[in-house]
């Protein structure tokens, strides 16, 4: 008999409030002098796009009207688009004018990967950036629909895991302190 192991949350699969704010202190420092590196991490912070999701992306996946950015989803999950602040945008759709060609980042995974490794804030995966998101918005919403589909989640029980993570440690806080 298979034994399901629900996925579980914890402090090392997304940034605390204080390891955001040095990324995005980060950011802003490097922005000027490395916009392409700057605005893939930006990205993944702001949108909860898997690392692959924000390396694919193309010109024609910004909306100028909307100011939102289109993310194609991998690994099964659904295609959505995600509003963005307008700096934020304005950020990006200016990165995008300069460029040759269709794509925004083109980049390896591994590229990436060095890039997060140079750039990260603590040492955490860059898939934290979605978890940061998925509970960043689960907490200012506390609507577990709104954040399924953001992240591009097929079925709501692998959404789940941010209600049940913020909800136990909300009600911990209470009980405890």
């Known amino acids: 008999m298979a034994v399901s192991v629900r996925y579980q949350l914890n402090k090392n699969k ?4 204080p ?5 995005e202190k980060i950011l802003e420092t490097f922005m000027l002098s490395d916009p392409r590196n700057c605005l893939i991490m930006d990205l993944g912070l702001r949108t909860g796009g ?31 688009e995600i509003p963005l602040p307008a700096r934020a945008f304005q950020q990006l759709y200016s990165w995008a004018e300069k460029l040759p060609g269709t794509e925004l980042f083109p980049i390896s995974y591994q590229r990436l990967y ?10 955490k995966k860059f898939h934290s950036l979605r978890h940061t998101f998925a509970i960043r918005l689960y907490q200012k919403t506390k609507d577990l629909r709104l954040v399924q589909v953001a992240l591009g989640h097929r079925n709501i029980t692998n959404t789940m895991v941010y209600a049940d993570y913020v909800y136990s440690q ?7 302190l």
């Open 14 to 17: 997304y940034l605390l409030p």
């Open 19 to 23: 390891e955001v704010d040095r990324l």
């Open 50 to 80: 898997r690392a692959q999701e924000i390396l694919n992306l193309r010109k024609v996946d910004l909306n100028t009207y909307d100011q939102s950015v289109f993310l194609r989803g991998i690994k099964g999950s659904n295609d959505r």
């Open 114 to 123: 060095q890039v997060w490794e140079l750039y990260r804030p603590v040492p």
């Open 170 to 176: 909300q009600e911990l806080r209470k009980l405890i």
